[in-house]
């Protein structure tokens, strides 16, 4: 078992832009992966169900202040054809991704939940921002197993400037959200984006340390990607700052290794994100450095490109069956088998 490492050690790390050090971290991950959860990629199909959004989150492409993007909502009878394609990919795991959406109601979700598991078995994995304790409460009733709600940040200053609370209700304590998803029995997912403006190492450090803490079942971290039409793209880096984290590859990564170190058991993607900053190895190198899922895109193509949270995200052009083969290809070059059934934690 790997030694827990010291918060000394994590920042040494995070500050860390020497290749062959960093080459070792990137074996001590993937040697902590292959020990820990195995060598099998679990797929996850992505399904982004709806491009409303109430909130204005700063860094985001699909924030209610995008007055210019056009807005779609699946019908019931889309998604469910989409999780029969998830069944035919072989994946046991359906997400439901949307913005925060009151258009997506409490029972019609508890009701599309309910068909998808009566119909296909999946697993369903939930992503639909804060929502209140009673509907996340009905929707595991209605057999969701899984829901996922990045933090962001742990620097509560910086999270509450990127993500402004809705006119006329209170912020939400995301972490205090967390613990309730928890604690109503889901798997629970979480993560951050890596390189905010404003972000500093000290604050990923935290990070890492909040993800051991809430004993999240499932991590995901990206880079931020400054999207023309969002706010913080326009108001760019603070003045340069030794403490700014930076928004590449790299660093991204090197968070990914650290998640897979402080939280040996939990499932890991290969983000979207990484495949988008690095089109070519992003994936794999999520892959061989601590990250033990992936999430292929079943939204159809006429929504995916409205889905755009970032520019250029990987595969905002492709069909699902394009998608499909990207993945099983990176994973077949790293000799790496797609999992069978939900791929939980505990299985
Ligand atoms: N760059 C990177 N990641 C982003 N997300 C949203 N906007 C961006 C962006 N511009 C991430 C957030 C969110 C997840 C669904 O996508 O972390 O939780």
Same mark, same amino acid.
């Given at each position: 078992?790997?030694? /827990?490492?010291?918060?000394?050690?994590? =920042?040494?790390? =995070?500050?860390?832009?020497?290749?062959?050090?960093?080459?070792?971290?990137?074996?001590?991950?993937?040697?902590?992966?292959?020990?820990?959860? !195995?060598?099998?990629?679990?797929?996850?199909?992505?399904?982004?169900?709806?491009?409303?959004?109430?909130?204005?989150?700063?860094?985001?492409?699909?924030?209610?202040? &995008?007055?210019?993007? !056009?807005?779609?909502?699946?019908?019931?009878?889309?998604?469910?054809?989409?999780?029969?394609?998830?069944?035919?990919?072989?994946?046991?795991?359906?997400?439901?991704?949307?913005? /925060?959406?009151?258009?997506?109601?409490?029972?019609?979700?508890?009701? *599309?939940?309910?068909?998808?598991?009566?119909?296909?078995?999946?697993?369903?994995?939930?992503?639909?921002?804060?929502?209140?304790?009673?509907?996340?409460?009905?929707?595991?009733?209605?057999?969701?197993?899984?829901?996922?709600?990045?933090?962001?940040?742990?620097?509560?200053?910086?999270?509450?400037?990127?993500?402004?609370?809705?006119?006329?209700?209170?912020?939400?304590?995301?972490?205090?959200?967390?613990?309730?998803?928890?604690?109503?029995?889901?798997? %629970?997912?979480?993560?951050?984006?890596?390189?905010?403006?404003?972000?500093?190492?000290?604050?990923?450090?935290?990070?890492?340390?909040?993800?051991?803490?809430?004993?999240?079942?499932?991590?995901?971290?990206?880079?931020?990607?400054?999207?023309?039409?969002? @706010?913080?793209?326009?108001?760019?880096?603070?003045?340069?700052?030794?403490? +700014?984290?930076?928004?590449?590859?790299?660093?991204?990564?090197?968070?990914?290794?650290?998640?897979? =170190?402080?939280?040996? /058991?939990? &499932?890991?993607?290969?983000?979207?994100?990484?495949? %988008?900053?690095?089109?070519?190895?992003?994936?794999?190198? !999520?892959? %061989?450095?601590?990250? &033990?899922?992936?999430?292929? &895109? *079943?939204?159809? @193509?006429?929504?995916?490109?409205?889905?755009?949270?970032?520019?250029?995200?990987?595969?905002?052009?492709?069909?699902? /069956? +394009?998608?499909?083969?990207?993945?099983?290809?990176? *994973?077949?070059?790293?000799?790496? @088998?797609?999992?069978?059934?939900?791929?939980?934690?505990?299985?």
């Amino acid at each position: 078992m790997a030694p /827990e490492l010291a918060h000394e050690e994590i =920042l040494a790390w =995070l500050r860390c832009d020497d290749p062959q050090l960093l080459e070792r971290l990137w074996e001590l991950a993937d040697r902590e992966r292959t020990h820990r959860v !195995g060598d099998c990629v679990h797929l996850r199909g992505l399904v982004e169900i709806s491009n409303h959004c109430e909130r204005s989150c700063t860094y985001c492409g699909i924030s209610t202040a &995008n007055a210019a993007l !056009g807005r779609y909502r699946m019908s019931r009878d889309e998604i469910m054809a989409c999780a029969r394609q998830a069944v035919l990919f072989g994946y046991g795991t359906i997400v439901l991704q949307a913005g /925060e959406d009151p258009g997506l109601e409490t029972q019609w979700v508890a009701d *599309l939940v309910g068909d998808i598991k009566g119909a296909t078995g999946l697993a369903v994995t939930l992503s639909l921002g804060e929502r209140s304790p009673d509907e996340l409460a009905l929707w595991r009733a209605s057999g969701a197993d899984r829901y996922l709600l990045r933090f962001e940040t742990s620097d509560r200053e910086l999270f509450r400037r990127i993500h402004p609370p809705p006119k006329d209700r209170n912020a939400c304590d995301r972490i205090a959200l967390l613990r309730t998803i928890k604690a109503l029995g889901y798997e %629970t997912g979480s993560g951050i984006m890596v390189g905010i403006p404003g972000q500093t190492f000290e604050s990923i450090a935290r990070d890492l340390a909040l993800f051991r803490e809430l004993d999240l079942d499932m991590i995901g971290i990206g880079p931020w990607i400054a999207h023309p039409a969002s @706010p913080l793209c326009r108001e760019g880096a603070p003045d340069a700052d030794a403490d +700014q984290v930076p928004a590449t590859e790299q660093m991204a990564c090197i968070v990914v290794a650290l998640a897979r =170190l402080v939280c040996p /058991e939990a &499932n890991i993607p290969s983000t979207t994100a990484l495949a %988008t900053i690095n089109s070519l190895h992003g994936r794999a190198h !999520g892959l %061989t450095r601590g990250a &033990n899922v992936c999430m292929p &895109n *079943l939204t159809p @193509p006429q929504y995916r490109c409205l889905y755009e949270i970032y520019p250029n995200k990987a595969g905002s052009s492709s069909t699902p /069956e +394009q998608s499909h083969r990207s993945v099983l290809a990176t *994973l077949a070059a790293l000799g790496r @088998p797609a999992g069978q059934g939900p791929g939980s934690r505990s299985a």
